[in-house]
């Protein structure tokens, strides 16, 4: 099983602040998603990132994708109170098509007005 | 847009109860996926339908079982339940882009067994 960790797993900041959350592993993957979870919602996706040291920008998230695809970052940029949610990193392995979908344990972030 | 729609909501069980879980989705997605969400420990997968009249375990399936009746239609069943079944419960279907597989997940089912 291959095991992606995030951190923090908890984070509070105020509205307007700059963040960056984490998702790591000690295993290679072929690709790797991020999702935002709302409370009473499933996941919904954000991005994929394929390539290593991939940088993709979704308004003020920018996602990127570690050199070795080990490890995988999310910044936020003058957070708002609607970024509030459970982020999830997901990976597919390094034999992508025949293997499913690996999830971290999330970061909890909220957003304070 | 309906998407992947679960049934029930919420649902509170005795233990040794059955029960099972409903979920459709309306995207013409071959694949489709059972997962429990634990507190600090993420998605794990249940169980999958690759297609079709085909299922497949995931990383935990014991204590559970599935069923998919259709293309539309995947359901997960608890035979006798357990406390250690207290989750919450998400269908997903999904499709393959360039970019891989991108999952659409149901709004959950929250589960106590008591």
């Known amino acids: 099983t291959q095991l992606l960790e995030q951190s923090p797993q908890f984070l509070s900041i105020q509205e307007g602040e700059n963040l960056t959350v984490y998702c790591n592993s000690s295993s290679v993957f072929s690709s790797l998603q991020w999702y935002r979870q709302e409370p009473g919602e499933g996941p919904v996706l954000l991005v994929t990132v394929v390539t290593g040291g991939e940088v993709k920008k979704l308004k003020r998230l920018t996602f990127q994708f570690g050199d070795a695809r080990k490890d995988s970052s999310l910044h936020i940029t003058a957070a708002q109170p609607g970024d509030t949610g459970l982020y999830l990193c997901a990976g597919v392995g390094p034999n992508f098509g025949n293997e499913k979908l690996t999830f971290g344990t999330g970061t909890r972030l909220t957003i304070i007005p | 847009n309906a998407g992947v729609t679960q049934t029930p909501k919420f649902q509170v069980l005795k233990t040794g109860q059955s029960m099972t879980l409903q979920c459709a989705q309306d995207m013409n997605h071959n694949s489709m996926y059972w997962y429990r969400q634990d507190p600090g420990m993420g998605l794990r997968l249940i169980y999958y339908?690759?297609?079709?009249?085909?299922?497949d375990k995931g990383e935990v399936p014991n204590g559970y079982n599935v069923s998919r009746l259709n293309k539309r239609e995947f359901s997960l069943r608890l035979e006798s339940a357990a406390p250690s079944q207290t989750s919450v419960y998400f269908c997903a279907s999904s499709e393959f882009s360039g970019e891989g597989e991108k999952l659409f997940f149901g709004s959950g089912t929250q589960l106590s067994v008591l």
């Open positions: 339908s690759a297609s079709e009249g085909t299922t």
